[in-house]
Nanobody
Framework: QVQLVESGGGLVQAGGSLRLSCAVS????????MGWFRQAPGKEREFVAR????????YYANSVKGRFTISRDSAKNMVYLQMNSLKPEDTAVYYC????????????????WGRGTQVTVSS
């Protein structure tokens, strides 16, 4: 397992942008997948985006496709989530997570989680 620490959350107006960062304690094995999930009050945690550590293949939830971009910096052991055109319904706690499985996006496959960072989008 790895330790993950998120940062970059905050309050932004609708239509604005934020970039979330996730610091990874050690370089993940090449088979690892890194993901972002979110949980809004009263709702279940949901998948947002994922990227394979090796190759950088990405996959997005339909609700964020075209607005959010996940990326990783292998040299710095960092994962990012660039969020543009934010909407009030994007308000949630955002979690960074890692999975030893390649190309997964199911939360049950992710075994390391950060503590989360709050994103609030005002209308």
């Amino acid at each position: 397992q790895v330790q993950l620490v998120e940062s970059g959350g905050g309050l932004v107006q609708a239509g604005g942008s934020l970039r979330l960062s996730c610091a990874v304690s050690r370089r993940p094995f090449s088979s690892y997948t890194m993901g972002w999930f979110r949980q809004a009050p009263g709702k279940e945690r949901e998948f947002v985006a994922r990227i394979t550590w090796s190759g950088g293949a990405t996959y997005y939830a339909n609700s964020v496709k075209g607005r959010f971009t996940i990326s990783r910096d292998s040299a710095k052991n960092m994962v990012y989530l660039q969020m543009n055109s934010l909407k009030p319904e994007d308000t949630a706690v955002y979690y960074c997570a890692s999975s030893p499985l390649r190309s997964t996006w199911s939360a049950t496959d992710f075994d390391s989680w950060g503590r989360g960072t709050q994103v609030t989008v005002s209308s």
